[in-house]
């Protein structure tokens, strides 16, 4: 299986406004809305430079077929109530991104121990707060019509990959097509959970599906009434159950973002579900999980060398030797590649749609006041840290629902 982990030089020299909250928002692409590299009536996506990953050889039983969160900033004041290009990052300018590489790699990272072969889309993603101030936290209501456009050219994009890689890379060596994950962050999250709103009232796509791993943005009690397809999915309520979503968002505080600013100190939205991945119980709006899991659950923390924000320097630097001390070798389909691993990282606790941690208890070497900007000017926000908290619990849900999946058939 071809391993996306790449151009690690490059990812070493991360800009500090990318990291900023790379993957924060819900909206993540990567082909521009002036972008040239298609001609008309032709799905863009049968060109590989369009694709972020693409196997030589899907040789693995299940696929995974990845959106990516926000890496693209641009100045807040370029994008107004009318919309220009600015609004939405070029795939040009997304092959020029080392901080697409380095989400892709990091969160990307749980599928791979479950044997998968791994799709990731270039697309013109939205500008990350641009869009958020517009349509979630409403600081400037009137550019919502101008964000609206940016996300609907983002979902366009996905949509267009998803299509042409059910047509043309979801099969075997039988010409069969496999089953697949979907799954995303933040924008990508966003983009991903339009998807399912809009195309997976198809019973056949249903069958497919092992799970929706919708992290880093929320599903609420309104798009599960307003959208038929997401209630015939329903919510993953158990570690083995498939054909659903899991979705949660790491935060300080209980409840939606505007429980906790000015300003925004989160992305959860009122009568949010929330799936704790240390015990997979799933929380409905406004409920608390009974007993928060204990740190003890938690098979382990994972923070790369090259994964945004850049490593803290209680956390590093990133070692001359692979033997330095908190830092260990993690070898991805064989890539050797320096990390922190720590086992019982966090607890945590579905409350009111937000899965609460505690952040006093986090321990050394990853602590409260090590992790890194905007945490610190931000505090109670994780979103950053949505995978890397949780990293092992994921990747073993993934073989455990492979496992079930294939079991069901």
């Known amino acids: 299986m071809p391993i996306p982990i790449a151009c690690l030089d490059k990812m070493k020299n991360w800009l500090t406004m990318i990291i900023m909250l790379a993957g924060l928002t819900q909206l993540v692409a990567c082909s521009g809305s002036n972008d040239s590299s298609t001609a008309t009536g032709v799905n863009k996506y049968s060109i590989s430079y ?26 807040p004041d370029n994008n107004g109530s009318e919309y220009s290009a600015g609004w939405n990052q070029t795939i040009e300018q997304a092959h020029a991104d080392p901080a697409i590489q380095a989400q892709v790699d990091s969160k990307s990272s749980v599928f791979y121990a479950a044997g998968t072969n791994l799709y990731v889309p ?21 550019n919502s019509d101008a964000a609206t456009t940016a996300l609907e050219i983002a979902y366009k994009d996905v949509e267009d990959a ?7 890379y979801n099969k075997d060596s039988n010409n069969n097509p496999r089953p697949f994950i979907l799954a995303g962050h933040s924008q990508g999250s966003n983009l991903l959970l339009m998807l399912l709103e809009r195309r997976f009232s198809d019973a056949a796509l249903r069958e497919q599906l092992v799970a929706a791993y919708v992290i ?22 158990s570690k083995t159950q498939t054909g659903c979503i899991v979705t ?37 709006p406004n409920e608390m999980e009974p007993v928060a899991a204990a740190a003890t659950a938690n098979l382990g ?16 630097p990133p070692p001359d030797t692979k033997f330095a001390p908190n830092w260990e070798n993690y070898f991805i389909g064989g890539v050797d590649v320096s990390a922190v691993v720590i086992v ?66």
Not at 50 to 74: C, G, H, I, M, R
Not at 127 to 142: C, F, H, N, R, S
Not at 301 to 316: D, S
């Open 301 to 316: 923390a994972l923070f790369y060398e090259f994964q945004p924000p850049p490593v803290n320097p209680q956390l590093g």
């Open 162 to 168: 998803f299509d042409y890689y059910m047509a043309h």
């Open 344 to 409: 019982g990282y966090t607890g945590a606790q579905n409350n009111h749609g937000a899965l609460v941690i505690d952040p006093l208890a986090l321990p050394a070497p990853g602590n409260y006041g090590n992790l890194n900007y905007p945490y610190d000017v931000l505090p109670g926000w994780y979103h950053n840290y949505d995978y890397s908290f949780f990293f092992f619990n994921l990747e073993q849900n993934v073989i455990d629902r492979i496992a079930s999946y294939n079991a069901s058939q």
């Open 50 to 75: 369009n694709w972020q990953t693409l196997p030589e050889n899907a040789s693995q039983p299940v696929d995974v077929f990845f959106f990516y969160p926000t890496t693209y900033f641009p100045n």
């Open 216 to 237: 880093g943005w929320s599903v609420t009690d309104d798009d599960m009434s307003t959208y038929p397809a997401l209630s015939q999915l329903g919510i993953c309520g």
């Open 248 to 284: 949660y968002n790491t935060q300080q505080n209980p409840g939606d973002f505007s429980q906790t600013g000015p300003p925004p100190t989160g992305i959860v939205q009122a009568n949010a579900y929330s799936v704790n991945p240390l015990t997979w119980v799933a929380s409905n």
């Open 122 to 142: 270039y697309y013109q993603q939205a500008a990350g707060i641009d869009v958020l101030d517009a349509l979630l936290w409403k600081t400037k209501p009137t």
